[in-house]
């Protein structure tokens, strides 16, 4: 029976994802998280993955929190961040 290990560049790109939504880009972070937890799980088997899924979770609630609190101020009129992503969906700022 082998003994898994952790990953360490997969906790690194876990902390790197929920730290780039920490500040401001929330798009991004979810795709890494997201990217972070399908190589963990391919990786499964010869390394343990609980530490770094459950950082990439983290990260995309509060990324998650942060995009719905961008898209609440610019529904209400009041946002004023320059995000590509809230120009993109809501155009270009008034």
Same mark, same amino acid.
């Given at each position: 029976?082998?003994?898994?290990?952790?990953?360490?560049?997969? =906790?690194?790109? !876990?902390?790197?994802?929920?730290?780039?939504?920490?500040?401001?880009? *929330? !798009?991004?972070?979810?795709?890494?998280?997201?990217?972070? =937890?399908? !190589?963990?799980?391919?990786?499964?088997?010869?390394?343990?993955?609980? =530490?770094?899924?459950?950082?990439?979770?983290?990260? =995309?609630? *509060?990324?998650?929190?942060?995009? !719905?609190?961008?898209?609440?101020?610019?529904?209400?009129?009041?946002?004023?961040?320059?995000?590509?992503?809230?120009?993109?969906?809501?155009?270009?700022?008034?």
């Amino acid at each position: 029976m082998t003994e898994r290990r952790f990953n360490l560049p997969l =906790i690194l790109l !876990a902390v790197v994802s929920f730290g780039i939504g920490f500040f401001g880009f *929330a !798009a991004e972070s979810i795709l890494l998280a997201v990217g972070v =937890i399908i !190589a963990s799980i391919k990786l499964r088997e010869k390394y343990l993955i609980k =530490i770094p899924v459950a950082i990439c979770i983290i990260a =995309i609630i *509060a990324s998650g929190a942060l995009f !719905a609190v961008l898209v609440w101020q610019e529904v209400k009129g009041i946002g004023s961040t320059d995000y590509w992503l809230m120009r993109l969906i809501f155009g270009e700022m008034k």
